[in-house]
């Protein structure tokens, strides 16, 4: 089934829209969970919460790509379920890691205007991605969007895992260089 179909499923409002998701991209959602939450059965609760926000975020958008929609949701309830975990002294991932490798390279949070710096650093993040290589961006995404593990990583691209960790090293560094100029870090 196609990811029109399915979309039109949950407009449908039909109780197939779920299993059909699950189906196409139930993998692809567990993937993004587990590489935050390092546990499958907080991944697996993620992919039902993703579910579940699908279903009832339907109605009112129709996404144009499914995929990206509904990692975001995963990502985003993943991203919570950690937290959750790491207040009750819990965790694992890959989650701690990833954001202690990017936290020199963007501004600190709290500043009054925190909403206008946000907007502005997601476009200059966007225009910095566009304008690297397809290898250098696949890397980058791979380890701060989907937060996979540098040996996946490597694997997947089919290179060593010292490529991966001196091409993340070098982008960070072109990255807080962009940020800098921009005056956004």
Avoid at 115 to 122: D, G, S, T
Wanted: proline share 5%; glycine share 8%; aromatic share 8%.
């Amino acid at each position: 089934m196609n990811d029109p179909e399915i979309v039109e499923l949950y407009w449908q409002r039909s109780e197939r829209a779920i299993p059909e998701t699950d189906k196409k991209y139930g993998s692809y959602c567990h993937h993004i969970a587990y590489n935050i939450c390092g546990s499958p059965e907080d991944a697996e609760e993620c992919v039902n919460d993703t579910w579940l926000r699908a279903w009832n975020s339907m109605p009112d958008a129709r996404p144009a790509a499914l995929p990206p929609f509904l990692g975001t949701i995963v990502r985003g309830a993943a991203i919570n379920r950690f937290r959750a975990a790491r207040r009750q002294k819990r965790g694992g991932g890959q989650t701690v890691l990833a954001l202690d490798e990017l936290a020199e390279c963007l501004p600190a949070p709290g500043s009054v205007e925190q909403e206008v710096e946000i907007a502005q650093l997601r476009q200059a993040i966007d225009s910095f991605l566009g304008g690297l290589g397809e290898t250098e961006r696949k890397i980058f995404v791979a380890r701060y969007w989907f937060l996979a593990p540098i040996g996946e990583i490597a694997g997947k691209l089919g290179c060593s895992e010292g490529k991966v960790k001196t091409s993340l090293y070098r982008t960070r560094g072109k990255l807080r260089a962009f940020l800098k100029e921009a005056e956004l870090c």
